[in-house]
């Protein structure tokens, strides 16, 4: 009878840390401007697959949380919430991600004017 409880138990557990799997990947992808296709591209792998690992209750084998970490520049420590996540000068928010993603978008005539607008600014308040 104990042996039933302590896998229950168990699985409670597992359970609980696999949900905490998908929402720290997703928080992480996320905080680092990519989508799921994106991710899914670097990591050789389909956006339906990133959707399941963040939102079912399955986590991915050991080789794949390995390509997680490096594919979103993280210690494997981090990606599994066994460390705090650090915050990198390089890291880029997500929401101007998003606008270069809209920038992509647009005629090449206006990508050139919003680069020229940008390094305008920069000139004028001397960042490089």
């Known amino acids: 009878m104990e042996n039933i409880y302590y896998n229950q138990l168990m699985n409670k557990r597992n359970t609980q840390a696999t949900i905490e799997f998908g929402k720290r990947l997703k928080k992480i992808r996320k905080k680092k401007g990519y ?28 080789d794949k949380i390995t390509a997680f970490a490096n594919a979103l520049s993280v210690s494997i420590e981090e990606f599994l919430g066994t460390a705090l996540l650090k915050e990198k000068q390089e890291d880029v928010s997500y929401k101007i991600m998003k606008k270069v993603r809209v920038i992509e978008k647009l005629p090449i005539r206006d990508q050139k004017a919003i680069f020229r607008l940008i390094n305008s600014l920069a000139e004028k308040n001397k960042v490089k």
Not at 41 to 53: E, K, V
């Open 35 to 62: 989508t799921q296709k994106q991710l899914a591209r670097l990591m050789d792998t389909s956006q339906r697959m990133i959707a399941h690992y963040e939102t079912q209750y399955t986590r991915p084998p050991l």
